[in-house]
């Protein structure tokens, strides 16, 4: 019988001694980016726009264009087409690959773009939530010209963790629209 007094003192001694377990605190992840800079895109093309010095331009076949950021692990994929009495077809299928997304995608919101002065028209749309593509974009001047463009991190993608990585990003495509002329 004493021993069995003696176990339960010393047990009681033992979990009367243990700390109070306080949940921690949620953590975020605090990124810090450099303050945005451009420069003018040096490859020559039907257009021409302003581009992140963080980000280089690659060339690639049919005028097509990709923007590499080389510390953010993404890129912005930059397709061209002429338009030929196509362009009906052209926001088509610029529309479908956009929600080509939808099923991965919690909302896609789009935001239109006129620049009567430059004739750019357009629109860009972001997609929330784990898609492969976060931000596509097309521009236009409706007679000779369609740029239609796509950012991609290469990861799996978690909305979350990279959602700081969007935003800055979507800086740079706003940039690049606001800059865009034709030739």
């Known amino acids: ?3 069995i007094i003696s176990f339960i003192l010393i047990s009681f ?13 949620t953590g975020y992840l605090s ?17 021409t726009f302003e581009i992140s010095t963080l980000a280089n331009a690659k060339n690639q076949q ?26 009906r077809e ?14 991965k995608a919690e909302e896609i919101t789009t935001k239109n773009f006129e620049n009567l002065n430059k004739k750019v028209y357009g629109s860009v749309q972001e997609i929330l939530g784990n898609a492969a593509s976060q931000i596509q974009f097309h521009v236009t001047d409706s007679t000779q010209h369609f740029i239609k ?17 969007v935003a800055y990003i979507k800086k ?3 940039h690049l629209i606001e800059t865009l002329e034709w030739k």
């Not at 001694?13 to 605190?25: G, M, R, S, V």
């Open 90 to 103: 052209l926001l088509i299928e610029a529309e479908k690959l956009v929600y080509e997304h939808a099923v």
């Open 31 to 47: 990124l810090r980016y450099p303050a945005n800079s451009y420069q003018k895109l040096d490859i020559e093309r039907p257009y």
């Open 149 to 165: 463009g796509a950012l991609y991190f290469y990861t799996k993608p978690n909305y979350d963790s990279i959602l700081p990585a």
């Open 1 to 3: 019988m004493r021993k």
């Open 62 to 87: 049919k005028k097509w264009l990709k923007i590499h950021y080389p510390a953010l692990k993404a890129s912005i994929d930059i397709t061209y087409r002429p338009v030929e009495q196509n362009l």
């Open 13 to 25: 001694l033992f979990i009367a001694c243990k700390e109070e377990i306080l949940p921690k605190p």
């Open 172 to 174: 740079d495509i706003t």
